[in-house]
C-alpha cells in the first residue's frame, strides 16, 4: 500500500523540493561563549564577504546576504543541482547580555566567524510589583 497518490512521482516531489531551496537558504551556524565573547559561525562558501549583513539587536544576531550563480552551463544539462543560491537570511538569539556595538566579524575560507563581546550583568535589582484583586463591575 502506498501513502503516495496514484501516478505520483516521488522523486517529482524531491526535485520540486531542491527547486524551492535553491531559490535561497538558511544558513546553519554554531553559537558558543568562550567566556568572555559569544561567538556565532556560519560556513558561507563562495559569498562574497560585502554582501553579508550582520547586525545585533534586543539580544539578537540577525545575517542576510546573498549568492549569485555565475555559470556558463544551461540548465537542460545538470546532472545534480545541490548547491543552494540565492537570498538567506538567520536570526539567531543570543545566550548572554552582548555589547552589539563591539561585534567584530571575519570572514576566513569561506567560515564567517563573529565575535561579541558579553555586557556587564552588574548586581540584579528586584522589584516588587503589588498585586490587586480587580473588582467586578
Do not use: C, W
Not at 13 to 29: N, Q, W
Not at 53 to 76: P, Y
Not at 91 to 116: C, D, F
Amino acid at each position: 500500500m502506498s501513502l503516495l497518490p496514484k501516478n505520483s512521482n516521488p522523486f517529482d516531489e524531491t526535485e520540486r523540493a531542491l527547486a524551492d531551496m535553491s531559490k535561497g537558504f538558511i544558513p546553519a551556524v554554531d553559537v558558543y561563549e568562550d567566556g568572555e565573547n559569544v561567538i556565532v559561525e556560519t560556513p558561507l562558501a563562495g559569498v562574497d564577504p560585502k554582501d553579508v549583513e550582520v547586525t545585533v539587536e534586543g539580544g539578537v544576531l540577525t545575517l542576510r546576504g546573498k549568492t549569485e550563480h555565475r555559470t556558463e552551463v544551461d540548465e537542460q544539462n545538470y546532472l545534480y543541482k545541490e548547491v543552494r543560491y540565492g537570498a538567506f537570511q538567520r536570526k539567531v538569539a543570543l545566550p548572554a547580555a552582548v555589547i552589539g556595538e563591539k561585534a567584530e566579524a571575519e570572514s576566513r575560507h569561506g567560515l564567517l566567524r563573529i565575535t561579541i563581546p558579553k555586557a556587564d550583568e552588574g548586581e540584579k535589582k528586584e522589584i516588587k510589583i503589588e498585586v490587586t484583586e480587580r473588582k467586578k463591575d
